[in-house]
Structures are given as structure tokens and as C-alpha cells.
């Protein structure tokens, strides 16, 4: 998609997925380095943890078709390998998507 056929609410989820990827990496690698833990599944959910978050990141610069899907989707895998407050704004980013 190009910025200039987007809506405003397509830019505003674009935006919160961008902030909301960041806040998941750095919330995943500080889980990952064992700064921010409360709980642990395992390196292999950490790493999948960061790779999801670069992947949101990826969604926020260029949306693709189904972009609130995907992003619900992450979200859910975020919130269950590491990543609490970083997936719960992806979610939120997923829903103005789906509003929208």
C-alpha cells in the first residue's frame, strides 16, 4: 500500500503498531537477558518473542492486505512468550484496524 491511499485510521494503526513493536523488542530482549522477567518459557519463545516484534515493526513501516489480522494474531503469540505491554498496544493497534 501506498501512505497517500491510506486513511487517517490506517496511519493512526500503522503508528500505534510501529510504537507498539518497539515497546515489544525491547520488553523481549530485556526478557531475553534476564532483566525484566517474571516468568520464562524457554530461549527458543524469547527469541520467537524478538522476531515477532521486528516482524510488527516491518507491518508498521509497510501495512500489507491483512495487516489488523496479523497483528491480532502476533499480538496473542507476544503476550504468551514475553512481551505483555508491548503485545496489549499491538492489540490495540490490531482493533483500530479492524474498526477502521
Not at 20 to 37: K, R
Amino acid at each position: 500500500m501506498v501512505w497517500s491511499k491510506l486513511q487517517k485510521t490506517d496511519k493512526v494503526m500503522c503508528t500505534v503498531a510501529l510504537i507498539g513493536g518497539i515497546v515489544a523488542l525491547i520488553e523481549s530482549i530485556f526478557h531475553l537477558i534476564n532483566i525484566f522477567e517474571i516468568w520464562s518459557l524457554g530461549i527458543e519463545f524469547e527469541i520467537a518473542a524478538v522476531v515477532l516484534a521486528i516482524i510488527v515493526i516491518l507491518l508498521g513501516f509497510k501495512p500489507i492486505h491483512y495487516t489488523p489480522a496479523i497483528l491480532i494474531i502476533i499480538c496473542i503469540f507476544l503476550i504468551i512468550f514475553a512481551s505483555v505491554i508491548g503485545g496489549g498496544i499491538i492489540l490495540i493497534a490490531g482493533f483500530i484496524g479492524v474498526l477502521s
